[in-house]
């Protein structure tokens, strides 16, 4: 974020930019209706809105007050780089304390207590200190591995087991630290969208920091189409193109923030289990739900999960999911069930 109110730009290398807007904006008098957009800095990287506009929608102006009224009050309460935030105000309490908290806050530790449970514990929103002591995290300052006795001294500090929400007080029995960075932008996306229908907008692409919701037409008819991208750190390349209406797309990848060390690649996805980073071979994993919070955080937990675990699990639940594994030098995509039955199978180039 260029403001220093906002998240800081590390947070950007944590969210792989993968789903890309393929919506250009209509000019010209052949539609009384046209695409209009605006965009700004958020989060330490980026969003974009499309809308149509029509005579009942306000001006370009309101709008874009309004998104980023929204955007500055999740920052002062979810941002970890931010001391005087109020996740920050949480995180510096000690065990056994309790805190009145926001209803974002409680709300978004609600969901990630749900996620949790639902992919079996791959989820997990306090993995601050696992997170800052592989060099990820908001206070990380080494990238190398650490040893098998910190990394056990900061699991104990992390598990949804630890936090109980109690009336408008969040409490902690440990002193576990929560990140919200794996559900916060899909979050965003989904209050903007609610704001932007309340203001009569009923076409749109709203994206923030990669992760995105569409729903509607274009004036020409149209769909509002978007890319998955291949796994790649040297140039974005689609993999495949979707038609979204009333549907949100995450995307997690492990392969735009990692570091090396002795030829060995360790990515900023941390299992909760082991408290270190993923060593299977899915490249990345892109979910499409009608909340984009729950698509944000099903694409974190598939990412820990794997090939086989995460599609096992996606399968059973009749999640929406497309995966990108590693084969060799090159790559192989399969995708479940239930995205098939929305898209399609096969690969688009």
């Known amino acids: 974020m260029i403001r220093a109110s906002l998240w800081s730009t590390a947070v950007a290398s944590l969210q792989p930019v993968i789903a890309v807007a393929f919506a250009t904006a209509l000019t010209g008098c052949l539609f009384q209706d046209k695409v209009e957009a605006f965009t700004g800095p958020t989060m330490g990287s980026t969003y974009t809105v499309k809308y149509v506009r029509s005579s009942d929608v306000p001006a370009k102006d309101v709008l874009q007050g309004e998104v980023e009224a929204i955007l500055a009050d999740l920052d002062k309460q979810l941002s970890t780089y931010r001391s005087d935030s109020d996740v920050e105000r949480f995180n510096a309490l000690p065990g056994g304390s309790c805190e009145p908290m926001p209803d974002m806050v409680r709300e978004l530790v609600a969901a990630g207590d749900q ?4 992919s079996d514990g791959a989820f997990d ?3 601050e200190p696992l997170l800052n002591l592989w060099g990820f995290g908001p206070q990380g300052r080494a990238t190398q591995v650490p040893s098998a006795d910190d990394i056990e ?17 969040l409490c902690k029995a440990v002193a576990v630290q929560l990140d919200f960075n794996s559900i916060a932008a899909g979050y965003a996306v989904d209050r903007v969208v609610d704001r ?6 009923q076409s749109y ?9 569409a729903e509607g037409r274009k004036p020409d008819g149209a ?3 978007i890319a998955i991208e291949a796994p790649r750190d040297d140039q974005r ?8 209406d009333g549907l949100g797309v995450s995307t997690s990848g492990d392969y735009r923030n990692y570091f090396e060390q002795d030829g060995r690649r360790y990515s900023h996805t941390l299992d909760p289990q082991s408290g270190k980073p993923i060593e299977h071979h899915l490249a990345a994993v892109t979910v499409v739900d009608k909340s984009t919070l729950r698509a944000d955080g099903l694409s974190t937990a598939l990412m820990v999960l794997g090939p086989e675990r995460g599609l096992a699990l996606a399968e059973r639940n009749a999640i929406a999911a497309f995966f990108v594994v590693r084969e060799g030098q090159g790559f192989a995509t399969t995708s479940t069930k239930a995205f098939d039955e929305l898209f399609g199978a096969g690969v688009e180039q």
């Open 237 to 244: 390349v689609a993999q495949k193109i979707v038609e979204l």
């Open 223 to 225: 769909p509002w189409r």
């Open 196 to 201: 932007l229908k309340a203001l009569g907008v």
């Open 153 to 169: 001294a900061a699991r104990a500090l992390t598990g949804h087991r630890h936090l109980r929400i109690d009336g408008d007080q």
């Open 205 to 213: 692409l709203v994206e923030i920091t990669g992760e995105l919701k």
């Open 115 to 118: 996620l949790s449970t639902d």
């Open 125 to 127: 929103l306090t993995l």
